[in-house]
């Protein structure tokens, strides 16, 4: 029996790392800290369980089924899984992540030099775009290339920015803006959906365990392990980024206190840190890192769409890459405004579907317990997305009672009684005639 050894599992823990690291990663645990103030440690534990926490349980839950997102949805048939897999895939595609990727790098590398115009922006994203496009057609050894240069750039860079928000603020903890004062821990907990990190999950979880059996292991329960400590790896480097930068918003409210977004905290940190040279230095990494997420990104969903459609990955990449680019010409904190009921909606389903599987040794007959439950994740997912857009009025009132309805968490009492009831008539039911022949 194949078995890896201790550097084997600390480069697929580097290399799980890397897969998360993103532009998410690092523009919103400063804008977070930065409004939570003086609750900055637990909105920074909220932001934990679904930045990191999540993410590491679905790469678990992928390898134990051992294979890809249709895997974990196959309880839910052909067709529902195949429509929660298009909204994943959009989401961390031409909706949301990829375009954000562009404006995060406009923001941090060209905007300080040109100011927020929309001309600069829409020339900067085209070059963008043409650049991620070019390498999305024509990837070969180029993008391993830049991934393997660009990812210990970017660490080093982190390491800088990280002590020196810890060995040198820009200030004292600052004060909470009233929905941190109330909730810190919820809001938190919401600000961790926007990294996606749990969406890319579902579509990376299973580069992760293909990466472990290439090295030989064939194991079933060994591959789930070394993918729990691949995951374990990662979620540790992520926690301690995700710690630095919230330190680092909630001590920069006197340099940053009418920032909009994170982009424009650590543009004024670094800024007033390090000078112009740093600020150049953090750009031109960012910008980089940015590059790389989207042609992963883009690649990821021209393979998967062109095999559920009938059209081919080139027409797929220049498609979503052409509506990327209107996307990103949006402007960051408009890009982050319109994602949130998007990501307020989908991640219960996200959640439910993970937990789901995680306990799969506990159904008689998982389509019992994954339909009805997945359904009502759905329609309350649906209700907060909506409530968080602002339709208030399409929500039933009887919605907006339920308890934590207000931080958009209104579905999780409902999911949790459906999945007892659920549970309870699997067990009642025993096997069905189709397990049992």
């Known amino acids: 029996m194949t078995r890896l050894?201790?550097?084997?599992?600390?480069?697929?823990?580097?290399?799980?790392?890397a897969l998360f690291?993103?532009?998410?990663?690092?523009?919103?645990?400063?804008?977070?800290?930065?409004?939570?103030?003086?609750?900055?440690?637990?909105?920074?534990?909220?932001?934990?369980?679904?930045?990191?926490?999540?993410?590491?349980?679905?790469v678990v839950a992928l390898a134990r089924v051992g294979g890809g997102m249709d895997r974990l949805t196959a309880p839910l048939g052909k067709r529902a899984g195949a429509m929660l897999a298009v909204a994943v895939y959009l989401a961390i595609g031409p909706l949301f992540a990829t375009p954000r990727t562009a404006v995060v790098s406009f923001e941090m590398g060209v905007a300080p030099f040109t100011g927020e115009s929309g001309i600069a922006l829409f020339v900067y994203s085209?070059?963008?775009?043409?650049?991620v496009l070019f390498l999305a057609l024509n990837p070969g050894r180029l993008v391993d290339s830049i991934g393997k240069f660009i990812t210990p750039v970017l660490l080093s860079a982190l390491l800088v920015l990280g002590g020196a928000a810890i060995l040198a603020p820009a200030g004292e903890i600052g004060s909470a803006t009233q929905a941190y004062q109330a909730a810190p821990l919820v809001e938190g907990f919401l600000q961790g959906y926007l990294t996606m990190d749990t969406l890319g999950a579902l579509v990376f979880g299973i580069v992760i365990a293909t990466a472990i059996r290439d090295r030989g292991v064939k194991d079933a329960a060994l591959?789930?392990?070394?993918?729990?400590?691949?995951?374990?790896?990662?979620?540790?480097?992520?926690?301690?980024?995700?710690?630095?930068?919230?330190?680092?918003?909630?001590?920069?409210?006197?340099?940053?206190?009418?920032?909009?977004?994170?982009?424009?905290?650590?543009?004024?940190?670094?800024?007033?840190?390090?000078?112009?040279?740093?600020?150049?230095?953090?750009?031109?990494?960012?910008?980089?890192?940015c590059l790389t997420t989207a042609v992963g990104l883009l690649t990821a969903c021209g393979e998967f769409f062109s095999k559920l459609l009938p059209v081919s990955y080139r027409t797929v990449v220049l498609v979503f890459g052409a509506f990327s680019l209107l996307v990103a010409n949006q402007g960051l904190t408009q890009l982050i405004s319109l994602s949130v009921p998007v990501l307020v909606g989908l991640y219960p389903l996200a959640i439910v579907l993970i937990a789901?599987?995680?306990?799969?040794?506990?159904?008689?007959?998982?389509?019992?317990?994954?339909v009805p439950t997945m359904a009502v994740a759905l329609v309350f997912g649906v209700a907060d997305g909506l409530a968080a857009a602002g339709f208030n009025g399409l929500v039933p009132a009887a919605f907006a009672k339920l308890p934590l309805a207000h931080q958009s968490l209104g579905w999780l009492l409902p999911v949790l009684a459906v999945l007892v009831i659920s549970a309870l008539v699997d067990r009642l039911m025993g096997k069905s005639v189709e397990a049992v022949a």
């Not at 550097?7 to 823990?13: C, E, F």
């Not at 085209?126 to 650049?131: L, R, T």
Request: a neutral charge.
């Open 223 to 289: 591959v789930t392990r070394y993918s729990m400590i691949a995951g374990s790896i990662a979620a540790l480097g992520l926690s301690l980024v995700y710690l630095a930068l919230f330190y680092l918003g909630a001590t920069s409210q006197g340099i940053a206190g009418e920032a909009q977004n994170g982009v424009q905290i650590l543009t004024a940190y670094v800024q007033h840190t390090f000078g112009t040279a740093g600020s150049l230095l953090l750009a031109v990494v960012i910008t980089l890192a």
């Open 21 to 58: 690291l993103g532009a998410g990663n690092i523009i919103f645990p400063p804008s977070a800290g930065l409004a939570a103030g003086e609750h900055v440690w637990r909105a920074a534990l909220g932001f934990l369980l679904t930045g990191v926490g999540l993410p590491l349980l679905t």
């Open 126 to 131: 085209a070059a963008y775009f043409a650049a």
């Open 5 to 17: 050894k201790g550097s084997d599992l600390l480069a697929l823990g580097f290399m799980t790392f």
């Open 356 to 370: 789901l599987s995680l306990a799969d040794r506990l159904w008689v007959d998982p389509r019992r317990v994954f």
